[in-house]
């Protein structure tokens, strides 16, 4: 019986509550009849070796200052020695990290180049060229240009510019650390692709995140259920939601659902999230349109709870406002058979095919976003075409067994110079 190859994933955090953090834990379970597979993550805990059902997952104690994320991100001290260990400890063949920009930082790849094995990397956001949200190309006032400018200007980005100059040689470092140390790059959508080649790094491969579509939560979901739970009436169901936060933009739907709710007095608008500050922000912003009694935010959910609100959605809302790579929620709710309301910006198009599996918006045009969503909800054979299509269009392309075929394929391919 032949050797079953050792696959280690690296990954800042590793749960099931947010979507790029879902995924690599799909992946991890699609491998593991042909891979021996451990992952390797960090916690604001004590470190600890804990054995999910046979898999190894190392977590390591990281905290530090938010301010320091820039300088953190290259390396961080007092965790690489435990990252070393592990990587001996483990023995993997392959490595395959994930968003380590956080914790584990890019000097781990280099420790995982030192063992001798490939090490491939998924870039799941645009942090290996800007210190926050990628959102300073975007012009609210501009339609969705078919051919973004994607190079970033942190000097002179509001949002960057602090970080900047706190460590201005950062990018520059980065590039360094992903030319030398990473095989084989890979990105979560074509539009980041595009992103990470304008801002001087190498050209990736584009590999979709797939969806268990056999997931138990996910096949029986019921929203009929979370209608009755909740107390919602038979209505129209807008949904939203995900991380909750100013550049997912939220506070755009609640924009736009109040004008809905002038039509359709009977829909309610619900958003899905983990309560902080931006929430009560959002209650704020719904009261203040007089919508209040009917926007409801049901808070954090488990797996089981979440897709059902999912299922008795009739449209999600994907108003996010910056490059958003490939949000995992555009999937559930096309998998679950909910047309998406999608932003322009980022990987969405990529998911959600304009007129086949959901709408493609300008998220600053409330009334374009509005008339949309009013006319799904009112034109009966156009929502079941867009469910359907959506359905169809998750179970050919973004299942996660073809993502792992696709990973499982660089896996095995030979190094350069081999």
Same mark, same amino acid.
């Given at each position: 019986?032949?050797?079953?190859?050792?696959?280690?994933?690296?990954?800042?955090a590793?749960?099931?509550?947010?979507?790029?953090?879902?995924?690599?834990?799909?992946?991890? %379970?699609a491998?593991?009849?042909?891979?021996?597979?451990?992952v390797?993550?960090?916690?604001?805990? !004590?470190?600890?070796?804990?054995d999910?059902?046979?898999?190894?997952?190392?977590?390591?104690?990281?905290?530090?200052?938010?301010?320091l994320?820039?300088?953190?991100?290259?390396?961080?001290?007092?965790?690489? $020695?435990?990252?070393?260990?592990?990587?001996?400890?483990?023995?993997?063949?392959?490595?395959?990290?994930? !968003? *380590?920009?956080?914790?584990?930082?890019?000097?781990?790849?280099?420790?995982a180049?030192?063992?001798?094995?490939?090490?491939? @990397?998924?870039?799941?956001?645009?942090?290996?060229?800007?210190?926050?949200?990628?959102?300073?190309?975007?012009?609210?006032?501009?339609?969705?240009?078919?051919?973004?400018?994607?190079?970033?200007?942190?000097?002179?980005?509001?949002?960057?510019?602090?970080?900047? /100059?706190?460590?201005?040689?950062?990018n520059? @470092?980065?590039?360094?650390? &992903?030319?030398?140390?990473?095989?084989?790059?890979?990105?979560v959508?074509?539009?980041?692709?595009?992103? @990470?080649? #304008?801002?001087?790094?190498?050209?990736?491969? *584009?590999?979709?995140?797939?969806?268990?579509?056999?997931?138990?939560?996910?096949?029986?979901?019921?929203g009929?259920?979370?209608?009755e739970?909740?107390? /919602?009436?038979?209505?129209?169901?807008?949904?939203?939601?995900?991380?909750?936060?100013? =550049?997912?933009?939220?506070?755009?739907?609640?924009?736009? =659902?109040?004008? *809905?709710?002038?039509?359709?007095?009977?829909?309610?608008?619900?958003?899905?999230?983990?309560?902080?500050?931006?929430?009560?922000?959002?209650?704020?912003?719904? #009261?203040?349109?007089?919508?209040? +009694?009917?926007?409801?935010?049901?808070g954090? @959910?488990?797996?089981?709870?979440?897709?059902?609100?999912?299922?008795?959605?009739?449209?999600?809302?994907?108003?996010?406002?910056?490059?958003?790579? =490939?949000?995992?929620?555009?999937? +559930?709710?096309?998998?679950?058979?909910?047309?998406?309301?999608?932003?322009?910006?980022?990987?969405?198009?990529? #998911?959600?095919?304009?007129? %086949?599996?959901?709408?493609?918006?300008? $998220?600053?045009?409330?009334?374009?976003?509005?008339?949309?969503? &009013?006319?799904?909800?009112?034109?009966?054979?156009?929502?079941?075409?867009?469910?359907?299509?959506?359905?169809?269009?998750?179970a050919?392309?973004?299942?996660? %067994?073809?993502?792992?075929?696709?990973? +499982?394929?660089?896996?095995?391919?030979?190094?350069?110079?081999?």
């Amino acid at each position: 019986m032949s050797r079953r190859p050792r696959l280690l994933l690296l990954t800042d955090a590793f749960d099931n509550t947010g979507g790029g953090e879902v995924v690599v834990g799909h992946l991890a %379970e699609a491998l593991r009849e042909r891979w021996v597979v451990g992952v390797l993550t960090t916690t604001r805990e !004590n470190d600890r070796l804990v054995d999910v059902e046979g898999m190894p997952v190392f977590s390591l104690h990281s905290a530090y200052h938010p301010r320091l994320r820039p300088l953190m991100s290259i390396l961080n001290p007092m965790i690489t $020695p435990k990252v070393a260990a592990v990587l001996r400890r483990f023995r993997p063949d392959v490595v395959h990290a994930w !968003n *380590v920009h956080g914790h584990l930082s890019y000097d781990s790849l280099r420790l995982a180049r030192r063992r001798g094995v490939p090490v491939v @990397l998924t870039y799941q956001d645009a942090q290996p060229f800007c210190y926050s949200k990628f959102k300073c190309w975007v012009d609210p006032a501009v339609p969705c240009p078919r051919r973004p400018d994607y190079r970033a200007e942190p000097r002179n980005c509001r949002s960057c510019r602090q970080h900047y /100059w706190l460590f201005p040689a950062r990018n520059r @470092l980065v590039r360094t650390y &992903l030319r030398r140390y990473v095989d084989r790059p890979v990105s979560v959508s074509a539009a980041l692709a595009e992103a @990470l080649v #304008a801002n001087g790094l190498p050209a990736p491969a *584009v590999v979709y995140n797939g969806l268990p579509l056999d997931e138990p939560a996910l096949a029986e979901a019921d929203g009929g259920r979370a209608r009755e739970r909740h107390g /919602w009436d038979r209505g129209p169901l807008l949904v939203s939601g995900g991380r909750l936060h100013f =550049f997912k933009g939220q506070g755009l739907a609640v924009a736009a =659902f109040a004008r *809905v709710a002038a039509e359709r007095p009977d829909a309610r608008l619900v958003i899905l999230g983990q309560r902080n500050a931006f929430r009560d922000g959002l209650a704020g912003q719904a #009261a203040g349109l007089g919508i209040a +009694e009917q926007v409801s935010f049901p808070g954090f @959910l488990d797996r089981t709870a979440y897709y059902d609100c999912l299922a008795a959605a009739d449209l999600f809302l994907n108003l996010s406002t910056y490059l958003d790579p =490939f949000p995992t929620v555009n999937l +559930e709710a096309m998998a679950l058979g909910v047309p998406v309301l999608g932003t322009c910006y980022g990987g969405t198009p990529e #998911a959600v095919v304009d007129g %086949e599996s959901g709408c493609i918006v300008n $998220p600053h045009d409330i009334d374009g976003v509005a008339g949309c969503a &009013l006319r799904l909800l009112e034109d009966g054979a156009i929502h079941t075409r867009l469910a359907r299509g959506g359905r169809t269009r998750v179970a050919g392309k973004f299942s996660v %067994e073809r993502m792992a075929r696709r990973y +499982e394929a660089m896996y095995r391919e030979p190094r350069a110079g081999t």
